[in-house]
C-alpha cells in the first residue's frame, strides 16, 4: 500500500517555519513528497472578512484556527499588501528542491484565487498562472512540473489554461483515481491527481476526532489497491501540528506504507480513463470544491 503525500504551502510562515520543519523530518524518515508553493503575495489574513459565513466561523471554531495556524497567519495583509513569499524565501523552496522533493505551483495570490477564481475570465486566469509560473520558474531555475489548485479551486476554463504551460500534471480536485479531464468540446486536459483523504482541519473536532486519535483514524481511512493520497499544510504538520504528523509518519513505517511523491502516482497509473471535475461538497469545507464528477458528495 502506499501513500501519495502533498505538501501545500499557502503562507509566508509557512515557507518561513513550516517547510524547513518538514524538510529535516521527511529526511529523517527518508521520504520524497510533492511540495507545491505559494509565490506571490500573502494575504490570507484577508479570510478574516468569511467569519460572518456561519459555516467558516463554526470551522474557525472546531480546528481552534488562533492556535493551529498563529496570528500572524491570520492577520498578514488584513491591513497592508502582505510579503512576497517568492521574492523573500526562494532560498528555502530551493532547499526543497534540492532535497528530491517534488516542486509545483500552487499559486500566485492564494487568497485572491480562493475567493474569486469563480468569477475570472480566461485572461485573469491566464495571468495568475503565468506569475506564479514565472515567479517559481526564476526560483528553481526552471519550470515547475505540476501545479495544485488553492482549496481545490477549479472549474474547466482553468485545466484548459493550465494546458498551455508545461504541467505533467495537475492535483485540482477531490476524487479516487488518476485521471484525464476531458473538456466539453472533447479536448484532453493534462492528467489530475486527486485528493482522496481529508485533511487535518476538515475533521478534527468532528465526530470525536481528536488528536490523539487522529493518527489511528487516518491510518483507517487508507485503501489497498485503491489511490490513496494525502494533503497536509505547512502552516498545520509543519508547525503546529508537526509533532502529531510525525507520529503519523512512524505509524505508516510500522504498518509498511511507503510515502510517494505525486508524480510518481501518475507514473505507476497506466493508461488513464477520461474523466471531467464539477463542483461539489466535502464535509467540513466551507463552499464548493472541484470533485472529480461521479462520486458521491457530502
Same mark, same amino acid.
Given at each position: ?9 499557502? +503562507?509566508?510562515?509557512? =515557507? ?6 518538514? @524538510? ?9 513528497? =510533492? ?8 494575504? &490570507? ?28 497567519? @491570520?492577520?498578514?495583509?488584513? $491591513? ?24 509545483? @505551483? ?8 480562493? &475567493?474569486?477564481?469563480?468569477? &475570472? ?7 495568475? @498562472? ?14 515547475? +512540473? ?48 486527486? #485528493? =482522496? ?5 476538515? !475533521?478534527?473536532?468532528?465526530?470525536? !476526532?481528536?488528536?490523539? #486519535? ?7 481511512? $487508507? ?7 494525502? +494533503? !497536509? ?55 464548493? #470544491?472541484? #470533485? ?5 458528495? =457530502?
Amino acid at each position: 500500500m502506499e501513500l501519495g503525500l502533498r505538501i501545500d504551502v499557502d +503562507t509566508y510562515r509557512g =515557507t518561513r517555519d513550516g517547510v524547513p520543519r518538514l @524538510l529535516a523530518l521527511l529526511g529523517r524518515h527518508g521520504i520524497r513528497a =510533492t511540495f507545491f508553493f505559494s509565490v506571490g503575495p500573502d494575504n &490570507m489574513g484577508r479570510h478574516l472578512w468569511r467569519l460572518i459565513r456561519p459555516a467558516f466561523l463554526l470551522k474557525m471554531l472546531r480546528s481552534n484556527a488562533p492556535g493551529l495556524y498563529g496570528w500572524d497567519i @491570520l492577520l498578514r495583509g488584513t $491591513l497592508w499588501p502582505g510579503s512576497k513569499i517568492g521574492a523573500r524565501l526562494g532560498d528555502i523552496i530551493r532547499a526543497a528542491d534540492k532535497a528530491g522533493h517534488e516542486i509545483g @505551483l500552487h499559486a500566485w495570490d492564494h487568497h485572491a484565487w480562493q &475567493m474569486r477564481m469563480e468569477t &475570472m475570465d480566461d485572461l485573469a486566469i491566464r495571468r495568475e @498562472l503565468r506569475r506564479g509560473w514565472d515567479a517559481l520558474t526564476e526560483i528553481l531555475g526552471r519550470e515547475p +512540473t505540476c501545479s495544485a489548485a488553492p482549496g481545490w479551486k477549479c472549474n474547466e476554463l482553468v485545466l484548459r489554461e493550465k494546458s498551455a504551460l508545461a504541467f505533467g500534471y495537475n492535483s485540482d480536485c477531490r476524487g479516487a483515481r488518476v485521471f484525464r479531464p476531458v473538456f466539453a468540446d472533447g479536448a484532453a486536459g493534462q492528467p489530475q491527481v486527486p #485528493v =482522496t483523504l481529508p485533511t487535518y482541519d476538515e !475533521i478534527i473536532g468532528s465526530d470525536g !476526532i481528536t488528536d490523539e #486519535v487522529y493518527n489511528d483514524y487516518m491510518l483507517s481511512q $487508507l485503501e489497498r489497491d485503491k489511490l490513496n493520497v494525502l +494533503t !497536509i499544510h505547512a502552516e498545520v504538520e509543519g508547525i503546529a501540528r508537526a509533532d502529531l504528523f510525525e507520529g503519523f509518519l512512524e505509524l505508516l513505517a510500522r504498518n509498511h506504507i511507503a510515502c510517494r511523491p505525486l508524480g510518481e502516482m501518475v507514473a505507476s497509473a497506466g493508461a488513464l480513463p477520461d474523466g471531467t471535475i464539477e463542483p461539489g461538497a466535502i464535509s467540513g469545507r466551507e463552499g464548493w #470544491v472541484a #470533485v472529480q464528477k461521479g462520486l458521491p458528495t =457530502t
